[in-house]
């Protein structure tokens, strides 16, 4: 079911990740994200899996969220998955036609589609422990600096967070939708590829319809409510790092200094071989 998938909802939990400031979970997203390219040998996967893990852990949501929140890329894992599988060097162990399959294609796989798995965790993780509007109030932040070249922070951050907050809304009135037609006779399971989209037609044109509607009502009570940007505007809560914001960074510069040490004196470390 497409009410299922989870991207961008926010689960309240008390857990120390939910009180954390929402600028440091970003910026900390942003380095898991540039990390998790740079320090790519078997010895920093293995850190990287348990610092998700842990975090996943502490965070109190549920491992049923942090699935749902998977299911939209798990074809595309699966896909590169075995592209990466039959495109391998070494010693063939099965041979498909003109294709084989190694164990270095199975490693390679198994490391990119791993390293998907992180990236989506890591997002959800801050997506599920921040209210929307407490994201947006930390992009902003982030991004004030760029106010002086003359980029709309505030606007920017806006957009993003309600692109993400009607993630699921839109994918409530998809679910709607599709039963609405098939209680009606459309098929969406039988057919070729081309009979199949073909039938997404009926799906598509109300959605957008009914996404341009939803838009034009946000848009009309904006205004009504006097929205004019970010000029002038105040906070209920503000913004503030707390002593555990303080304690997690010194946390996260250690974990960095390790994967650095990992990554220049031991940049030929094999912890386990496939081969």
């Known amino acids: 079911m497409l009410t299922d998938i989870k991207i961008g909802q926010y689960f309240p939990a008390n857990s120390i990740l939910h ?9 900390s997203l942003l380095f898991l994200i540039v990390g998790i390219f740079i320090f790519d040998n078997q010895l920093s996967y293995i850190i990287w899996c348990l610092i998700v893990a842990g975090l996943i852990k502490i965070s109190k949501i549920p491992v049923k969220m942090f699935y749902n929140s998977i299911k939209p890329i798990i074809w595309i894992i699966l896909f590169t998955f075995v592209l990466h599988i039959f495109s391998g060097n070494g010693e063939p162990l099965v041979q498909i036609w003109k294709l084989s399959i190694t164990w270095n294609g199975i490693s390679n796989g198994a490391f990119i589609c791993l390293r998907l798995l992180l990236l989506m965790f890591g997002a959800s993780l801050l ?5 929307p509007l407490v994201l947006a109030d930390a992009i902003e932040d982030l991004m004030n ?3 002086k070249i003359g ?3 505030h606007e920017l951050a806006m957009m993003m967070t309600i692109a993400l907050r009607f993630i699921p809304t839109l994918l409530e009135e998809t679910d709607k939708i599709i039963k609405a037609q ?3 006779g459309a098929d969406f399971e ?3 590829i ?3 989209m073909k039938s997404v037609m009926p799906v598509l044109i109300p959605l957008f319809i009914s996404a341009f509607r939803r838009a034009d009502e946000l848009a009309m009570a904006m205004e009504a409510r006097c929205y004019h940007g970010g000029i002038g505007r105040t906070r209920l809560k503000e913004l503030k790092m707390q002593r555990r914001d303080y304690i997690a960074m010194i946390i996260g510069i250690v974990i960095i200094v390790v994967l650095i040490g990992i990554k220049i004196f031991l940049p030929n470390l094999v912890l386990f071989s496939l081969g």
């Open 19 to 27: 009180k954390m400031d929402a600028r440091f979970k970003i910026v």
């Open 182 to 184: 098939k209680s009606r």
């Open 145 to 147: 600096p760029l106010k």
């Open 190 to 192: 039988t057919g070729n």
């Open 194 to 196: 081309f009979v199949r």
């Open 127 to 131: 997506t599920f422990t921040t209210p």
């Open 151 to 153: 980029v709309p922070a």
